[in-house]
């Protein structure tokens, strides 16, 4: 394949397997490769770990604990948040934070969303439910 037609090699998944394998294998029978390999992932984390700022005063969980404890997963967390169901949380070096009070909302959120139907249309009742819910996720909400 031409290097003008966009695609490289390594874009085609049976090549990335086949470049996988080796390096499993280079691993696991090259001592010299697997200790330079470990070095480089040790610096890499260190780099990256850099950036990393600590948690504001009172905000202890990040949006993977929020969502494991509440039992959803954290896209679920954040399709909440773009659709408006709570307000946003405070960010800080690239991280979503949240405190205990604000995961015990979204836990309550969780209970209301889990007694509607899903991918049906809501009756009023139902709407009406679901409006109190957010409204109630979203009172007291720290400003971010």
Excluded: I
């Excluded at 990335?16 to 280079?26: F, G, I, S, T």
């Excluded at 504001?56 to 604990?65: R, V």
Aim: proline letters at 5%.
């Amino acid at each position: 394949m031409s290097a003008k037609s966009g695609k490289n090699w390594f874009s085609k998944k049976e090549n990335k397997d086949k470049v996988n394998e080796r390096r499993r294998e280079r691993y696991a029978n090259d001592p010299a490769y697997r200790e330079r390999a470990k070095k480089q992932a040790a610096e890499y984390r260190r780099e990256h770990a850099k950036g990393r700022e600590a948690p504001p005063e009172g905000y202890s969980l990040t949006a993977a604990q929020v969502a494991e404890g509440l039992g959803v997963s954290a896209a679920t967390l954040r399709a909440w948040r773009e659709k408006g169901y709570y307000p946003a949380p405070k960010e800080v070096g690239g991280r979503l934070w949240f405190t205990q009070a604000q995961a015990a909302r979204l836990g309550a959120l969780r209970d209301e969303l889990a007694k509607l139907p899903r991918r049906r249309p809501l009756r009023a009742d139902q709407q009406a439910a679901l409006d109190g819910a957010v409204k109630a996720a979203g009172a007291g909400w720290q400003a971010a």
